[in-house]
């Protein structure tokens, strides 16, 4: 894997990571593919959207249908038949929020599965090991994800595990796999600085902020998000984990991150909530119920360039399939179609400019 | 509307019936679009597939969103996006089979919706008002789904209705909207000789024959399918309505029917059921845990082309959405290419061998 920075704007980077699988351009935003799908989305449909690079979740496939079966199809790209790259997270965070029973020792943490409540176990080695059998493109450290709010002596305990897992996985990385760090420390300035030094000592292909938007106020958030950019190596992809708000994500690029996933827009579009260059809209409301018009003029995606908001709003009240393919289709194509003009932003020299547009569109 | 039948097979008979929206080779297979949507399909892949018609269901579309709202929107080609001719039944059927509180008389059906339970009324006026606004290619008349089992008197009755709300909807017919009759009678050569003799004298573009498959055995089913299509004009096109049990279609087409609709393919592919040319396949099934063959080696869909029956079943086991996808369009795939395949045996004279060739493998 390789990173080239080919533009600046202040502190916010447009760059391209070039992959065995293909090149990324940077601010990137990733699909999230949970269980081997991007939800409602085929992965012809994906690429024509422009998704350069999807996340997969290692604590979902590890559980369903089981990382050796994935293995045997022929890994994760042939057997979702999506042949860009792909970036799994550690399960870290899944393990945390979804799983029940959780005991945590020095080597990993003992749960029960949310699926049928079988036990389990995973630490760095198994982390480690699922994502090399998955055959990710990049591949995460194995985290704890520090809750909030929390004592600073539960901060401090939870980022040294993370700093000695984080240790563990960097031995076991094998040649044509990245990996990326992941920085804790909840909102203590301190402790992320420690965190980042700690995980720069051992030198990963990249660097993620994981532990925020877990219930601290946005100002919190935003101030964490300035801190850790500038203190991570210029020369890496900075990665800022699970946040996907518009605002957030203008506020992140501003400060130097490359890299983000969330599942804002597939899960909005399944709710029937639909991102425009006017800002949000609920399909579902009365006043569409005869609108010709398209979901979003601006938009050139299929569907809004083949439907009306009157069927939208038809297809979600008879809650047929149709519906959440085509919410999907466009909400993706919304974000990856504000991460290009963000990068062009950037180019041009004029992000300030294009973030203050945003804000007031999408407030 | 025009039909032309160009090659025949004993009483087979392979055609083409020509639309302002397009021409649709018969024997023909219409997938259901109920609620203006074939459910987990977009209108491009139905084209890319190769159906040439689609079946739209007038009791949904008048219940919800309503048939004034499609109207207003530019029809119901414009509304879902399909530029390919559109057959709307009437409702009868729907009425009969969805509703509550059914009350008959002359004029029509007073029932209760399945959706809110509020009140409405449908004879042959407004089945032909509502088609006539949906703006469908070929429109069926307004009759009762004779049930079974039931009584000679009670047949006969059901029948001299049916005839009466034809003769209305035939007076209603407009330029430019093709309208088909309905044989009905249930399983008594004399009543459904009787029927299509009415229907006849009235002179319509197309005669279907409805009631089948509601309960009876199936010899009965197929003794009635071959005395009924010798009995109806021949340069029309004979359209057995519901009916799509690959077995059912041959006996069918053999006696001289050219058009069919069934949800078979759809509901089944929701359900984890596909068709192949090995015979039914239940994808959930352990022993395609970590099959890595395409669902059929023989069919060249996406879905085959793409994937292995081990995605496919860990799609339907984590109930994603792309497993209706990627299985509804393999099953109608399925039944389109079983159509024209079965067109080339009416053209090549070789039907009955086609026959007993699928009979063994789907048995």
Redesign the interface.
């Known amino acids: 894997m390789q990173f080239e920075i080919l533009e600046k704007d202040k502190n916010a980077r447009a760059g391209l990571i070039k992959t065995g699988k293909g090149n990324i351009n940077t601010p990137a935003f990733m699909p999230v593919g949970t269980?081997?799908?991007v939800?409602?989305?085929?992965?012809?449909e994906l690429k024509e959207i422009g998704a350069e690079i999807i996340l997969c979740n290692t604590y979902h496939l590890y559980l369903?249908?089981g990382h050796e079966?994935i293995h045997?199809?022929?890994g994760l790209h042939r057997?979702?038949?999506w042949g860009g790259p792909i970036l799994t997270d550690s399960g870290g965070f899944q393990v945390f929020s979804l799983s029940a029973l959780r005991k945590i020792d020095d080597n990993g943490v003992h749960f029960k599965s949310h699926l049928d409540g079988s036990m389990h176990f995973i630490g760095p080695d198994k982390a480690m090991e699922i994502q090399l059998r998955l055959g990710s493109d990049i591949a995460m450290v194995f985290d704890e994800c520090t809750p909030y709010p929390v004592s600073y002596e539960y901060a401090l305990k939870s980022l040294q595990l993370t700093t000695a897992w984080a240790k563990r996985c960097k031995e076991l990385q094998r040649q044509g796999q990245a990996l990326f760090g992941i920085v804790q420390g909840g909102i203590s300035k301190e402790l992320r600085k420690r965190s980042a030094e700690e995980l720069m000592e051992m030198g990963f292909n990249g660097y993620a902020a994981g532990g925020l938007s877990v219930g601290e106020p946005k100002e919190e958030m935003h101030e964490i998000i300035d801190f850790i950019a500038p203190i991570l190596p210029g020369d890496r992809p900075r990665y800022l984990m699970g946040i996907g708000d518009i605002r957030d994500v203008l506020v992140a690029v501003e400060a130097g991150f490359d890299m983000f996933d969330c599942v804002m827009p597939t899960r909005n579009a399944r709710n029937g909530t639909l991102f425009t260059s006017m800002g949000r809209i609920s399909i579902k409301r009365e006043e569409y119920?005869?609108d010709?018009s398209p979901l979003d003029p601006d938009c050139n995606c299929?569907t809004c360039r083949?439907?009306?908001r009157?069927?939208l709003?038809?297809?979600f009240?008879?809650k047929?399939?149709?519906s959440?393919?085509?919410n999907t289709l466009h909400n993706l194509y919304f974000y990856l179609d504000f991460f290009r003009k963000m990068r062009e932003a950037i180019g041009s020299g004029t992000l300030r400019e294009f973030k203050r547009k945003w804000e007031t569109a999408v407030s």
Chains 1, 2 share one sequence.
């Open positions: 269980q081997a799908t939800k409602a989305m085929s992965p012809d369903r249908p079966i045997s199809i022929g057997f979702m038949n119920k005869s010709n299929y083949n439907f009306s009157a069927y709003r038809h297809l009240l008879a047929e399939i149709l959440m393919r085509l």
